[in-house]
């Protein structure tokens, strides 16, 4: 039997563009029609109606510039010192571990097993006056009486480089897995030592491991509002605590749509900054 | 409260041999924020089935851990043969309204033949007409409500609405902190509790707390004045002095020491005081504090069978000997009237609670925030949002 030839591929994609129509394209249409609406006069809370107000986007920007930055640096923050903590500990994993290798990489895994938010709660209790760490900075007369860790941005950034270290991890173990010993060995016999090779060879075969783990620590950090709204202070929140205010407490969906929508565009326009200049042949 | 009179120690046996809401409450703080994203909705149709289906705040309701059962619950189905169905994931007004306002406003199944929104946000419901009006031939106890409860701005017969428990908002501390107690704004924003101050995520009760510390009679307040006290607010938070705008969670807080003290709800608070031996009180401000109630109300998608049932449970929980077994283990004031005669025979020790049953003198220095209008709601509710970094 001979199936036609052209439909097959398109068939393939249908139940993958299906999905993709009901649960992103309708709802970012959505979206887009929710974020030019004003509130009705006389209206009750929650009711709006179109009006093509474009300028809601400029008033949404303008009233939380300070939140957008401060999610931009704090997701960068997270990105480096997860990039940091991850390569050493990926390098390790791909080419020391030996018969441990199955182990760490589901030790890598094994946070996974219990909710993001557990984990973000349990960091509460570290970083909190009664864990391990304050009383330990206090003996040594390292902190304050009054000085604290949680409701700050150490504690925040902490929090997120933590959660998203594991999606740092896995793309740099694959990538640093997939290098070719030969190729480190044929750097030493040309006479190049341990740092240049790792510079010359390792580092540049890694970085479709390190693009596509910036991208998937940067992308979800930049929109991330548990850790600021559990281990933040109201002078941490981020761009996503002000989308989740508008939409539940103020009931101002516009203005909370115009905010997502000027993150996603913002959020695309580093990406494809970073991958133009990264390249992204190597990334596939 | 703190001035008037403390838990005696029989009390706290009977608490701490009964209650281990506390416990519970450790995890709390994550399933709170687990409800932030999980759209857990209530059960199927109530119409098939001589179901009822109840959405309410967690702990807010007698619970026996052994069991793992709710025991007045247990007895109404019993009774009733009613079955009835508790979901405790009403976590947040404003988050609950915005989970299923979408199917209220289409008339389609919440979910739920019983909620319990908070006044304010009750009063929204009723405006939208997405509650049922009461067939009072179903709920006859109805009568027994509190008279300072009978009357509320948004529901003046109480035709839609009955009071679940009322909710004092004060200051709470750490009383090795604060040996001397806190009465006062003064008090609060002491030097030992720099940074170290948590304030309720409920706008109606922070600020009320405040304005009534500034002098303003919070069933009048104007824009101007309430304004000004966020203002007040915004600068404690920007000056380091507030840590955090919180909703229950702000107990986790002040028992692992990260906050000293407090602006809170008078039911954890009394949880608080008789689990950690004195380590916290709780007093209504000199000022004056807050009450507010939450509401048993019927959507206006439960179908008539969900209704009635719910009627008929909302009746069984204004029974004074169901109120009494419901406050000994939820601690929030009690709005039914003749409860205190029953909780004599159930537990004497609470029967004198001002936590549960607040004597003249407390009542009289607890104020109800004025309704507001829907334009005020947004941009009052915006401004509180802005101030805590929203």
């Known amino acids: 039997?001979?199936?036609?030839?052209?439909?097959?591929?398109?068939?393939?994609?249908?139940?993958?563009?299906?999905?993709?129509?009901?649960?992103?394209?309708?709802?970012?249409?959505?979206?887009?029609?929710?974020?030019t609406q004003t509130a009705i006069v006389g209206g009750d809370t929650g009711q709006y109606e179109q009006s093509f107000a474009f300028s809601n986007y400029i008033n949404a920007f303008l009233e939380n510039k300070e939140q957008f930055g401060r999610s931009f640096i704090y997701a960068s923050l997270a990105t480096v010192f997860a990039l940091a903590i991850a390569y050493p500990l990926?390098?390790?994993?791909?080419?020391?571990?030996?018969?441990?290798?199955?182990?760490?990489?589901?030790?890598?895994?094994?946070?996974?097993?219990?909710?993001?938010?557990?984990?973000?709660?349990?960091?509460?209790?570290?970083?909190?006056e009664e864990g391990f760490l304050v009383p330990t900075l206090r003996s040594l007369n390292l902190m304050g009486e009054q000085t604290t860790i949680t409701s700050t941005s150490i504690a925040v950034v902490a929090g997120m480089t933590y959660n998203f270290l594991p999606f740092m991890t896995l793309p740099l173990y694959a990538s640093l897995e997939r290098i070719d010993p030969r190729t480190i060995e044929a750097s030493g016999d040309l006479y190049a030592n341990a740092i240049t090779t790792f510079r010359k060879v390792t580092v540049p075969l890694s970085m479709p491991g390190v693009v596509a783990g910036t991208l998937l620590t940067f992308i979800p950090a930049a929109g991330d509002y548990v850790n600021a709204a559990i281990?933040?202070?109201?002078?941490?929140?981020?761009?996503?605590?002000?989308?989740?205010?508008?939409?539940?407490?103020?009931?101002?969906?516009?203005?909370?749509?115009?905010?997502?929508?000027?993150?996603?565009?913002?959020?695309?326009?580093l990406v494809t900054l970073y991958i133009r200049k990264a390249g992204t042949d190597e990334l596939v | 409260m703190a001035t008037e009179r403390s838990i005696s120690p029989e009390a706290r046996s009977i608490l701490g041999a009964r209650i281990s809401r506390r416990s519970v409450l450790a995890g709390a703080g994550g399933l709170g924020a687990v409800g932030l994203l999980a759209a857990c909705g209530g059960g199927g149709d109530s119409a098939a089935e001589n179901i009822v289906r109840w959405g309410n705040w967690p702990l807010y309701l007698d619970f026996d851990e052994e069991s793992k059962t709710y025991p007045t619950l247990v007895k109404f189905s019993e009774s009733t043969g009613i079955d009835a169905q508790y979901f405790e994931d009403y976590n947040d007004n404003d988050e609950f309204f915005g989970k299923v306002q979408a199917q209220l406003k289409l008339g389609e199944d919440i979910g739920y033949d019983v909620v319990t929104p908070t006044d304010w946000m009750a009063a929204r419901w009723i405006r939208l007409g997405y509650t049922q009006k009461f067939d009072l031939a179903n709920i006859p106890n109805a009568g027994n409500i509190l008279d300072s409860l009978k009357s509320p701005s948004y529901d003046p017969m109480r035709e839609s609405t009955l009071t679940w428990q009322g909710i004092m908002a004060g200051f709470g501390w750490n009383t090795e902190k604060n040996p001397k107690g806190i009465r006062t704004l003064d008090d609060l924003f002491a030097p030992q509790n720099k940074g170290k101050i948590v304030v309720l995520s409920e706008m109606r009760d922070t600020i009320?707390?405040?304005?009534?510390?500034?002098?303003?009679?919070?069933?009048?307040?104007?824009?101007?004045?309430?304004?000004?006290?966020?203002?007040?607010?915004?600068?404690?938070?920007s000056d380091g002095w507030i840590r955090g705008v919180k909703g229950n969670e702000y107990a986790e807080d002040l028992t692992s020491g990260d906050a000293t003290a407090v602006i809170g709800w008078s039911g954890d608070m009394f949880i608080l005081a008789n689990e950690n031996e004195g380590k916290f009180d709780f007093a209504i401000p000199e000022s004056g504090g807050t009450i507010s109630g939450d509401n048993l109300m019927i959507p206006s998608t439960a179908s008539p069978t969900g209704k009635t049932n719910g009627e008929k449970l909302i009746n069984y929980y204004y029974d004074p000997a169901v109120a009494a077994e419901v406050a000994a283990y939820v601690n929030y004031v009690c709005p039914v009237q003749g409860a205190q005669a029953e909780m004599e025979k159930i537990a004497p020790e609470l029967a004198t609670s001002e936590y549960i049953f607040p004597s003249e003198n407390t009542s009289s220095r607890l104020n109800v925030f004025r309704s507001l209008t829907p334009a005020e709601e947004s941009t009052w509710a915006e401004a509180f949002q802005q101030a805590q970094g929203n």
């Open chain 1, 1 to 35: 039997m001979t199936l036609p030839k052209v439909p097959v591929p398109y068939l393939l994609l249908l139940p993958g563009f299906a999905f993709l129509f009901t649960f992103f394209i309708l709802p970012i249409i959505n979206l887009a029609q929710t974020s």
């Open chain 2, 208 to 237: 009320g707390v405040i304005l009534l510390a500034q002098g303003v009679d919070i069933t009048k307040v104007t824009e101007d004045e309430f304004m000004n006290a966020v203002d007040f607010m915004a600068g404690k938070i």
């Open chain 1, 90 to 128: 990926a390098y390790a994993i791909a080419f020391k571990s030996g018969k441990y290798k199955n182990i760490l990489l589901v030790l890598v895994v094994a946070p996974f097993f219990t909710s993001f938010l557990l984990r973000t709660v349990a960091w509460k209790q570290i970083l909190g």
């Open chain 1, 231 to 269: 281990l933040g202070s109201p002078n941490t929140k981020m761009i996503g605590n002000v989308i989740e205010s508008r939409y539940f407490k103020i009931v101002d969906y516009p203005t909370a749509a115009a905010l997502s929508f000027t993150l996603m565009v913002a959020i695309l326009i």
